[in-house]
């Protein structure tokens, strides 16, 4: 019977699918801790709010007030849909309200300052260098996105690590439809984003198989750089092909029968069993 390590070696994601996803790669001119990406940045346009799209002041000296949907409004066979939120028309009046537009360019713009997962000393005695599903969940800062929550699944889906950490700098927006992270989950958290990072290259060697959906935007904010991947984003494609994605709620849905993501914000111990279930399923 053969592992689940060696099942896994034969799903990577390629280069050319991590370029094509915006993954982190260490950039051409070998400039240490340096990241070039090659993707189409998923939409994203400079100095716009992620939530609404409008142009903002991106250093938050000031603030004006977020409407937005929380669903998009998609354009299916050349008829422009409702958002699926509120079932109001595109370009209406967004059902949610927030105090300030919120900046994810971060994401695409802060590419300095990577570290790569590193080699064991000696291979494992079984050949197995650890399958992992990771998912996280992030909150607005005055930097853009940064993560405050990572969870790690083995290929059991046992849970390898759940932990909060604080963003380096001030918090303009939870997040929490999206995170479910609260002012109150951050209270007694004292773990830096730094020390986070280093948690997970102890845990992760460059050999690692970590499975994830669009796990580009993960590394990207905690700023690793690794290889070896898959993407559920890959392995469950849409079926008009990229650049549409489908969601991981989605894929639950159809091919787990799975209810995911229905409460305020999402579950990253959740999210990341599931992603490791849509991994199995295809071994
Ligand atoms: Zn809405
Ligand atoms: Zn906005």
């Known amino acids: 019977m053969t592992d689940i390590y060696t099942k896994c070696l034969r799903k990577l994601t390629s280069e050319y699918q991590l ?20 993707g189409d940045h998923y939409g994203f346009t400079p100095g716009t709010c992620k939530r609404c799209s409008r142009t903002f002041d991106i250093t938050f000296e000031k603030r004006s007030q977020c409407d937005f949907h929380k669903e998009p409004s998609r354009k299916i066979r050349g008829v422009q849909h409702p958002h699926a939120c509120c079932n109001g028309k595109y370009g209406s009046k967004g059902c949610y309200n927030a105090p300030s537009h919120v900046y994810k360019g971060n994401m695409y713009l802060d590419t300095e300052g990577f570290l790569t997962t590193k080699p064991l000393a000696s291979p494992p005695a079984d050949g197995n260098y650890g399958v992992y599903a990771m998912d996280t969940e992030s909150i607005h800062t005055k930097k853009g996105l940064e993560i405050c929550k990572v969870t790690v699944v083995d290929s059991k889906c046992n849970v390898v690590y759940d ?14 439809i999206w995170s479910g992270i609260r002012e109150e989950h951050l209270k007694a958290v004292t773990k830096t984003t730094e020390e986070m990072r280093n948690d997970l290259l102890t845990l992760f060697n460059e050999d690692t198989i970590l499975v994830g959906h669009g796990l580009g935007s993960d590394l990207m904010l905690l700023k690793i750089f690794h290889s070896k991947v898959i993407d559920t984003l890959i392995l469950y494609p849409h079926h008009r092909g990229p650049p549409l994605r489908r969601s991981l709620k989605d894929i639950a849905q159809t091919e787990l029968r799975m209810t995911i993501q229905n409460g305020v914000g999402h579950d990253s ?6 992603t490791m279930r849509l991994l199995l399923r295809k071994l």
Do not use: F, H, Q
């Not at 915006?22 to 070998?30: E, H, L, M």
């Not at 909060?164 to 001030?170: A, G, K, Q, S, V």
């Not at 111990?269 to 599931?274: G, P, Y």
């Open 269 to 274: 111990k959740e999210d990341a069993e599931v």
């Open 19 to 38: 370029r094509s996803l915006d993954y982190p790669r260490p950039d051409p001119s070998g400039k240490p801790g340096r990241a070039s990406l090659y």
């Open 163 to 176: 932990e909060y950490c604080l963003p380096t700098t001030d918090i303009i927006d939870y997040n929490t």
